[in-house]
């Protein structure tokens, strides 16, 4: 398998374990409660670890604007269906913008190869 593939694999690890550890922030109420207060921060130190794998291949500008972009928009869609957060046009046409702006880093950017 391809390093750069592990490296993008690592990377969706990360988000993937950041938007579980977002999402799981209400449930703490204000980490008062213990086991999602456990889950939550163990959810972040593997998101940190799986980033820092991405990091060896893939530049820390590109990684970041991939990791904040989608883990902003599966946090705010998970939020609709957990937390009951409606969207409304504004909010839709941001989280467009944001996907939009991950696929033109992925799809243009000279930052790494392809």
Known sequence: MSPLITAYGALVLGIV?????????????QFTKLGPTAAAIASFIIALFFLSHALRLI??????????????????????FLYRSPFDLPAILGILLII???????????????
Request: hydrophobic share 45%; glycine share 12%.
């Open 59 to 80: 530049p820390l500008g590109l990684t970041y604007a991939i990791w904040c972009g989608i883990g902003m928009v599966l946090t705010a869609t998970v939020s609709v």
């Open 17 to 29: 374990s950041e938007v579980i550890g977002s999402s799981l922030l209400p449930k703490t109420q």
């Open 100 to 114: 939009c702006g991950v696929v033109v880093i992925n799809v243009c950017s000279k930052s790494i190869g392809h």
